[in-house]
């Protein structure tokens, strides 16, 4: 059991909007802006697309955007594209034994 | 631009020791500000972080593996290496090597991923 809560998978259809949300404690989501987020595509490296919450590295589209309410972070990508198509971590900084845990990952479907 | 990549056996018999090395390619591994580390993906699971390393040598391990994994580097060569004794079929996964950016606190340079396979 991942450390980080997800959903299992989330869809849309092209040109929509989808938020992916990442659960986790006061220990590490809720207590650190260090959240990031992952995109993986099947046997593929994953992908920096967020970090410290809501930044974007060079290179990834606007479309992408990351919040965080307490406990809870959220990563949205808007006017959804067949290739956003993949598997989606979060992760986190923690104050527990290790200093990142990950969320189990969410698949994203483009209809 | 600075590229990772992963090299060693993709096969390691049980109770053996996994040995795989990191090759910084792009930049230098000495230049400080960021870490060093190794990530498994068990087949069609999540991500599992393992340990990291600084340049300086010093290391943190995830507690869960800590009895069994070495993190070392090798700045003459820019390359980081792990370690993973007394494997069984549960260590069996995709092993990453990424950098983590102390300013960004987060993975951003991946490698490709080497698949290991535990069996006899």
């Known amino acids: 059991q991942s450390a980080l809560t997800q959903p299992a998978s989330v869809s849309g259809s092209p040109g929509q909007s989808i938020t992916i949300s990442c659960t986790g404690t006061s220990s590490d989501v809720g207590g650190y802006n260090y959240v990031s987020w992952y995109q993986q595509h099947p046997g593929k490296a994953p992908k920096l697309m967020i970090y410290?919450?809501?930044n974007r590295p060079s290179g990834v589209p606007d479309r992408f955007s990351g919040s965080k309410s307490g406990n809870t972070a959220s990563l949205t990508i808007s006017g959804l594209q067949a290739e956003d198509e993949a598997d989606y971590y979060c992760?986190?900084?923690?104050?527990?034994?290790?200093?990142?845990?990950f969320g189990g990952g969410t698949k994203l479907t483009v209809l | 631009q600075v590229q990772l990549q992963e090299s060693g056996p993709g096969l390691v018999k049980p109770s053996q020791t996994l040995s795989l090395t990191c090759t910084v390619s792009g930049g230098s591994i000495s230049s400080g500000g960021y870490y060093w580390s190794w990530i498994r993906q068990h087949p069609g699971k999540g991500l599992e972080w393992i340990g990291y390393i600084y340049y300086s040598g010093s290391t943190y391990y995830n507690p869960s593996l800590k009895s069994r994994v070495t993190i070392s580097v090798d700045t003459s060569k820019n390359q980081f290496s792990l370690k993973l004794s007394s494997v069984t079929a549960a260590d069996t996964a995709v092993y990453y090597c990424?950098?983590?950016?102390?300013?960004?606190?987060?993975?951003?340079?991946w490698g490709q991923g080497t698949m290991v396979t535990v069996s006899s």
């Open positions: 410290d919450v809501s």
């Open positions: 990424a950098r983590e950016a102390s300013s960004e606190r987060a993975f951003d340079i």
């Open positions: 992760s986190s900084y923690t104050s527990s034994s290790i200093p990142w845990v």
